[in-house]
């Protein structure tokens, strides 16, 4: 079964810019995170979709924002884009709701904001 | 203060030795704890996860988690250097199972 797939691995954007970052669950799993990671910050909660609706969000501003599709792949997108959006980006999906606790990660997306 | 704590180190240890890493937390409605193994330029890869207090063990590793502690632990037996990577603990309550909190991470480098 394939993991969870990110696209693109690297992206490069300048201030100001908008980017959309995309992930396709494993197979079956209808439930997707997306996290921000940082060397100061850690790993930080975004926001969960499921079945196409926002269940949880984090403590981000509203230019971040995301939504899922009916096959449960999922964007985000960061509007206009800071220094400090520049991370790695991280879809997780889960393989039901009686495991929803338990996510598995795909390989992030490398954001550089220059 | 965090949620989550956890020693980012890093720690270095002689291959074949007993490792073991450790996360403190403050929110006692957590209830699934989970142990997370990252390579560099890689995604988190699930290792354990463990529903309320105890242990449990999968081969060398094994997971434990004292909730009138809120401490929880992973030990690696018989360290290898294919092992060195940063171990990342994550903690969520059940009815916000989509949202983990994760701890800052603790980079291990295993020397042969």
């Known amino acids: 079964k394939a993991g969870v797939t990110q696209t693109p691995r690297y992206l490069i954007k300048t201030r100001g810019q908008q980017v959309t970052l995309s992930c396709s669950p494993i197979?079956?799993?209808?439930?997707v995170s997306w996290y921000q990671q940082t060397p100061g910050q850690g790993l930080q909660f975004l926001f969960e979709?499921?079945?196409?609706?926002?269940?949880n969000k984090g403590n981000f501003p509203g230019r971040f924002s995301g939504r899922q599709f009916s096959n449960s792949r999922s964007e985000m997108n960061v509007s206009t884009l800071e220094l400090g959006d520049s991370a790695l980006y991280l879809c997780?999906?889960?393989?039901?709701?009686?495991?929803?606790?338990?996510?598995?990660f795909g390989a992030g997306t490398r954001l550089s904001v220059l | 203060q965090k949620e989550v704590e956890q020693d980012p180190g890093p720690l270095s240890v002689p291959e074949g030795a007993i490792v073991s890493l450790n996360c403190t937390y403050s929110?006692?409605?957590?209830?699934?704890f989970m142990w997370y193994r990252q390579y560099s330029r890689k995604g988190p890869e699930l290792l354990m996860y463990?529903?309320?207090?105890g242990n449990k063990e999968d081969g060398r590793f094994t997971a434990q988690v004292d909730k009138s502690s809120k401490y929880i632990s992973l030990f690696i037996r018989d360290s290898q250097p294919s092992d060195s990577a940063t171990y990342l603990c994550?903690?969520?309550?059940?009815?916000?199972?989509?949202?983990?909190?994760f701890g800052q991470g603790t980079e291990l480098s295993v020397k042969p």
């Open positions: 997780a999906s889960t393989p039901s709701e009686a495991a929803k606790n338990i996510q598995y």
């Open positions: 197979s079956g799993h209808r439930s």
């Open positions: 979709y499921f079945s196409e609706t926002q269940r």
């Open positions: 929110n006692s409605a957590f209830q699934y």
């Open positions: 463990t529903y309320s207090s």
């Open positions: 994550a903690m969520s309550v059940y009815n916000q199972g989509g949202k983990l909190i």
